[in-house]
């Protein structure tokens, strides 16, 4: 684990729930913050979603303390109250306006802590939208993400909840500049990130693709690659597919060589990038014909010795095993809310060699409400 972990003495307060305002949460967590999620009496309804939200809250939760308040009940708000007051950080995600309604909006600590950094996970930032309601799902309709991602006409979400996870990251950008403002200045301020303009900032490429060639871009199955082999093919055993990018021309002879392509290799016609995608519905058939009379291994062995970038096809269940996130502190452990273990994905950095792991194992609703208040509870 890092040694120190670069936001020991942090204090961090959260009001969240699903998988945007967690995931602030988590990152800061996992950096070293003392992270205190705020549920309702019960607990987080997070915690007992089924189906595909059954691993928000064991992903998006480890390196928290969890306390358990009413905030619409007196005491309840005014523990709550307590708690930012002597925060450095707050995260919430709740609708737009509803803290401010029971007096915990971002206006509301202006006097009683001006350092205090003030997050608000929302699905709009300022605009005719700020007050809509969404959902990773509508970011990633109406930012233009899923047209990008299904065939035409048939527009699909992304198989992950990058618009959530990602909005997290831009928050945690936005409060880790607050802190270094408040380095300087001393006062802290109000960080907003949302889900519809994550989205829109990811699909930014595609817009300027826009201004720069005049034409639209297709959605991506349709799209005319910017290289003439970069695609998934079929090997000897059909459920062994394996990803393939062939992305300069250096890599292309290279290429060329170690699969016996020699026709390819010495042809003129093909040696530079932009002729071979005008010849795509040349080359393509060739390589899918030769890929599937080869076993994924050993297509991975002669990639691997010419460094040509290959990717198989994985599932997620299929990263427990993965061998180099389980070489290097990839995974970590969490205890699940039955008792089993589960390992389950690390921070994806790195600082002075070391990644953080975990130092508090996932809470059970309101488990340190006797840590969090001293003993005497929310009172």
């Not at 950095?349 to 070391?354: A, F, L, N, S, V």
């Not at 309101?366 to 009172?379: E, L, P, S, Y």
């Amino acid at each position: 684990m890092m040694d120190p972990l670069p936001l020991e003495g942090l204090k961090v307060v959260e009001f969240t729930h699903m998988v945007m305002g967690p995931s602030v949460g988590l990152i800061l967590g996992d950096l070293g913050a003392d992270v205190v999620k705020v549920e309702p009496e019960g607990g987080d309804h997070t915690r007992r979603l089924l189906g595909s939200g059954a691993g928000y809250f064991p992903m998006f939760n480890r390196n928290k303390r969890s306390i358990c308040l009413d905030l619409k009940s007196e005491a309840g708000n005014a523990a709550a109250r307590r708690l930012v007051e002597e925060a450095d950080v707050m995260i919430e995600n709740f609708r737009p306006g509803a803290l401010a309604k029971i007096g915990l909006g971002p206006d509301a600590f202006a006097e009683s802590n001006p350092r205090l950094i003030y997050c608000s996970a929302k699905g709009f930032l300022a605009g005719p939208y700020e007050n809509r309601t969404a959902l990773d799902e509508v970011a990633q309709m109406m930012g233009g993400l899923a047209y990008m991602t299904g065939p035409p006409g048939r527009p699909l979400r992304a198989g992950a909840s990058v618009i959530d996870i990602a909005g997290g990251m831009f928050g945690v950008i936005g409060i880790l500049a607050a802190i270094e403002r408040r380095h300087r200045t001393g006062r802290g301020g109000h960080v907003k990130c949302s889900l519809f303009e994550t989205t829109a900032f990811l699909v930014g490429q595609h817009m300027a693709q826009k201004a720069v060639t005049g034409t639209p871009a297709a959605p991506m199955p349709a799209r005319v690659s910017a290289w003439a082999v970069y695609d998934v093919f079929e090997t000897a055993r059909p459920d062994e597919q394996l990803f393939v990018g062939v992305v300069s021309d250096g890599q292309w002879a290279a290429f060329c060589e170690a699969l016996g392509l020699d026709e390819f290799g010495r042809d003129p016609a093909l040696a530079l990038n932009n002729d071979r995608v005008l010849q795509r519905d040349r080359i393509i058939p060739v390589l899918r014909e030769l890929f599937a009379g080869m076993t994924r291994d050993e297509l991975i062995d002669r990639l691997s010795a010419i460094s040509l970038p290959f990717a198989p096809i994985t599932r997620p269940e299929d990263l427990f095993e993965d061998e180099h996130l389980r070489a290097a502190n990839g995974l970590v452990e969490v205890t699940l809310e039955d008792g089993t273990t589960a390992m389950l994905p690390a921070l994806p950095i790195e600082i002075d060699g070391r990644k953080a792991g975990v130092r508090r194992d996932l809470p059970k609703a309101g488990q340190h409400d006797a840590d969090v208040f001293g003993g005497a509870g929310a009172h």
